[in-house]
């Protein structure tokens, strides 16, 4: 029995947050509502194909389609969102022996890949994959440019002591220096977010860099999305807002999605380290195991990340262009670079 590849019914959409949940590849993004809040956002069609062999589900693939004129352009996730991972989730298949599991995922690929060229016939395609969906052979088959990026995790598994003493000199100096009466660290709601990424976008600006995620994006996610998994959290001094961090918490995994930029705030504390450092604990006291930096392709940034102790992990972005479409790959140059 061949894997039939479709656009999702509202049956599928019903158990669509299931379906993420369950699969090893799933992160918060790939929630149905966030999926319809990122296209609206992105201004683009929602495009959710779902894969099944018979009754069972093989996976998942939601795409975006966005034209410019009369090109057909496919992401996923869409740009400018700042949305670090999307593309394909796979389900039903640790259970099975190498052979068959290959066979199963590479036919799901091959057929969701197939119909995009059939119904949409796009000119440029982009998809960016999280670090753990690592085989990538059907792509290649499928003739995408396969780029590996980076990220740093620290493993929140051995506890807040071991954690801690983890880190380099310079940041335990940092937050065990730093008076407990010189500042407040809480989780906010949309006025944090607003602060957040107002303060983001003017940094990147001040440098001559676009930055197209917007405040109302991630309200509507924070608001939309079951409670918990945005956290604004802000840091204060004398009651005025110095800095912040959105992070997103799905599964065992915290992510340090925007914010925690270099402030124009003239004070002795590490602002940054004191916020990292509050979302390690607090994401330890739920049980959480892996505090994803997101991103670690920036020397000058990597430099503050690496003292935290993290480990290197890769994940891949994916492009296939149209003959004579280089022009529009390079319009999108920003997509590769947007963790």
Known sequence: ??????????????????????SPH?????????????????????????????????????????????????????????????????????????????GRHHEFIDDCLDWVREEIRPRYTHIRLGGRYDDLRA?????????????????????????????????????????????????????????????VASRYESQGISYRSTPGFVRDLYSTLPEGQIRPYVLRTDGEFAGGILVVDYKETVSRWQGGVRTDIDSDLAINDLLDWRIMRDAMDRGRTTYDLVGANNRRINRYKAKFNPELHPFYSLERNAAGMKTLAHLYKTIREGV
């Open 139 to 199: 792509f290649s088959w499928n003739d995408y440019a396969i780029t590996p990026q980076y990220t740093y995790h620290v493993d929140l598994s051995p506890g807040v002591d071991d954690v801690f003493m983890s880190f380099s000199s310079d940041a335990r100096s940092n937050i065990r220096n730093a008076p407990d009466d010189a500042y407040t660290i809480e989780e906010g709601g949309p006025e944090a977010i607003e602060q957040i990424v107002e303060q």
């Open 1 to 22: 029995m061949s894997i039939e590849v479709r656009r999702a019914t509202e049956d599928d959409v019903h158990n669509w947050d299931t379906f993420v949940e369950q």
């Open 26 to 102: 799933g992160n918060a993004f790939h929630q149905f509502d966030a999926l319809e809040i990122q296209a609206a956002h992105a201004g683009a069609e929602l495009i959710p194909l779902v894969g099944r062999k018979g009754e069972e589900v093989v996976g998942l693939f939601p795409l975006f389609r966005i034209n410019k004129g009369p090109i057909a352009t496919v992401f996923s996730p869409p740009p400018e969102l700042r949305v670090a991972y999307l593309g394909p989730v796979l389900l039903n298949m640790d259970h099975m022996k190498q052979r068959k599991r290959e």
